[in-house]
Antibody
Framework: EVQLLESGGGLVQPGGSLRLSCAAS????????MSWVRQAPGKGLEWVSAISGSGGSTYYADSVKGRFTISRDNSKNTLYLQMNSLRAEDTAVYYCAKAPLPGGNPLMGFDYWGQGTLVTVSS | EIVLTQSPGTLSLSPGERATLSCRASQSVSSSYLAWYQQKPGQAPRLLIY???SRATGIPDRFSGSGSGTDFTLTISRLEPEDFAVYYC?????FGGGTKVEIK
């Protein structure tokens, strides 16, 4: 059974940093691209970042480019999102999500999602 | 940048009725990367349709997707009580604003 478990969310002041983790199990982690998708309270979904299975290719939404860094450790089956220079508008539930096909385009859809971790940016 | 516009914003229907949800892209997009999701309150989204018309694993056949170019449709043939939720379309790194299907 595929499982994705996010952690690392919390309250942080504007300008601060936070690192999210997503522990994956139930599939061959290194074969699949992964993404982070966020949802501000009461709002819709926003794709944040994606990474290929090998970690060699990364992609970012314009809203986070230069501030967030996605990475993965395939030996630990774990996905990360390093978030720096956080702003109030980054407040959201952050989901990690798995691409549906091995080796496929990371943005062709997300077939499994974690339960999400809440990041609140406030003074 | 592609913009996805979903309509209507809210759809009020009764169980057993047919639901037709629209997703319109600001420019022609690849059907291969058009997906639909269902989200219920307090839950993560669930993939329903990928590649514009392929049902994801375990999705009932009352859900179907169609379309190409700039116009895509999610159809729920007969609404079940558990289908009342918010639905999002996605193309690449862009999500639509969502359609809420509520009980009439």
């Amino acid at each position: 059974e595929v499982q994705l478990l996010e952690s690392g969310g919390g309250l942080v002041q504007p300008g601060g940093s936070l690192r999210l983790s997503c522990a994956a199990s139930g599939f061959t982690f290194s074969s699949y691209a992964m993404s982070w998708v966020r949802q501000a309270p009461g709002k819709g979904l926003e794709w944040v970042s994606a990474i290929s299975g090998s970690g060699g290719s990364t992609y970012y939404a314009d809203s986070v480019k230069g501030r967030f860094t996605i990475s993965r450790d395939n030996s630990k089956n774990t996905l990360y999102l390093q978030m720096n220079s956080l702003r109030a508008e980054d407040t959201a539930v952050y989901y990690c999500a798995k691409a549906p096909l091995p080796g496929g385009n990371p943005l062709m859809g997300f077939d499994y999602w974690g339960q999400g971790t809440l990041v609140t940016v406030s003074s | 940048e592609i913009v996805l516009t979903q309509s209507p914003g809210t759809l009020s229907l009764s169980p057993g009725e047919r639901a037709t949800l629209s997703c319109r892209a600001s420019q022609s997009v690849s059907s291969s990367y058009l997906a639909w999701y269902q989200q219920k309150p307090g839950q993560a989204p669930r993939l329903l349709i990928y590649g514009a018309s392929s049902r994801a694993t375990g999705i009932p056949d009352r859900f179907s997707g169609s379309g190409s170019g700039t116009d895509f449709t999610l159809t729920i043939s007969r609404l079940e009580p558990e289908d009342f939720a918010v639905y999002y379309c996605q193309q690449g790194g862009t999500f639509g604003g969502g359609t809420k299907v509520e009980i009439k």
